[in-house]
């Protein structure tokens, strides 16, 4: 099982980033999708998560700011992050759960550094 996060990078205050997670060996159509972040001395926390069924939940501080969405087809997440802040500087991951399975596996981070 592979999980593989891009887009990352260094982005001004206000600006926007996409991120895109792309899975391999899994059935992805089957598993709910998530995008946590980890900032430096702090826990990781999650930031938005989607279902099989695409009905998605975000935390409070990204809401209305961030999108998640999944491609069934391309079996891929994405992340689109508009209004971007100092705050969200993060690495941010990716994972891929079926709960009534106790299947949970993770992608390596791609890091998101928000300037002033």
């Known amino acids: 099982v592979q999980l593989q996060a891009s887009g990352g990078g260094l982005v001004q205050a206000g600006g926007s980033l996409r991120l895109s997670c792309t899975t391999s060996g899994i059935i992805f159509s089957m598993y709910d999708m998530g995008w946590y972040r980890q900032a430096p001395g702090k826990q990781r926390e999650l930031v938005a998560r989607i279902n099989s069924s695409r009905r998605p939940n975000y935390a409070d501080s990204v809401k209305g700011r961030f999108t998640i969405s999944r491609d069934n087809a391309k079996n891929t997440v994405y992340l689109q992050m508009d209004s971007l802040k100092q705050e969200d500087t993060a690495v941010y991951y990716c994972?891929?759960?079926?709960?009534?399975?106790?299947?949970?596996?993770w992608g390596q981070g791609t890091q998101v550094t928000v300037s002033s």
């Open positions: 994972n891929a759960e079926r709960a009534a399975y106790r299947l949970l596996y």
